[in-house]
């Protein structure tokens, strides 16, 4: 009965294949596509990367951290939205040192590597410690770390949050008697932190079924930080 959840897209696939061909080819996306294929390495759908690079577009940020680097293809949307004018700093952060190579890689062969500093690193360390502020922070990362995440970066001068893969292809919305026992804690984990969001009157949060579902949020203090900080 479960398996009626279990899709790779939220939408129907002859609209997720209808929505892709209104979207002009982009080279570099095919590129993403393949080089993340054969390095094994999972990317954003192009769906995502799109909402990514009209968000930055959009919010114009002066400085863009992202938690994730993969492949580099959610990196590469990010920065072609940003506005090269006003974008003055741009950190993302990637645990797994091959995939990190990978994205470098990719940096070098589009021509943006000397644009973004590309950090190997724990990012749940580094956010501990992280003191700098960032208006854009994207984040797709171990699912459970999301609500540790989130705190560390309340803790900063922030516009937009936007959170990937929020649920987990469908089954957070699954009974919990239909999952697996295994799943089941990080399924109610990620509803709780949904839910929290949502009621949060500090922020304009908004669920998008893009993808794997995306959270996006706007800090409703602007560019002020917490007075309990």
Not at 47 to 52: D, E, G, H, I, Y
Not at 116 to 145: P, S, Y
Not at 150 to 162: C, P, Q
Not at 187 to 205: I, K
Request: hydrophobic share 45%; net charge neutral.
């Amino acid at each position: 009965m479960g398996n009626q959840y279990l899709t790779d897209s939220l939408l129907f696939p002859f609209v997720e294949r209808f929505m892709e061909d209104l979207e002009p080819s982009a080279a570099s996306t095919a590129m993403f596509r393949t080089v993340a294929s054969n390095h094994g390495i999972p990317a954003v759908r192009s769906s995502v990367a799109r909402l990514l690079s009209s968000l930055t577009a959009l919010s114009r940020p002066r400085s863009i951290l992202e938690i994730g680097t993969g492949a580099g293809f959610s990196t590469h949307a990010l920065m072609e939205g940003a506005d090269r004018k006003t974008l003055e700093r741009f950190v993302t952060l990637e645990f797994n040192h091959k995939r990190l190579e990978v994205a470098r890689q990719m940096a070098e062969r589009l021509g943006w590597a000397n644009r973004v500093q590309m950090l190997h690193t724990n990012a749940l360390e580094f956010m501990a410690c992280n003191r700098d502020d960032f208006d854009f922070i994207f984040v797709d990362a171990i699912k459970r770390h999301y609500p540790i995440y989130m705190e560390y970066i309340r803790r900063l001068k922030w516009k937009v949050a936007v959170f990937d893969n929020v649920l987990y292809r469908g089954l957070v919305s699954m009974p919990r008697a239909e999952v697996s026992p295994a799943l089941r804690s990080s399924l109610q984990g990620m509803e709780n932190f949904l839910r929290q969001m949502l009621e949060d009157p500090t922020v304009q949060a908004t669920l998008i079924p893009a993808g794997d579902g995306i959270l996006l949020m706007q800090n409703r203090h602007g560019q002020l930080r917490p007075e309990n900080t």
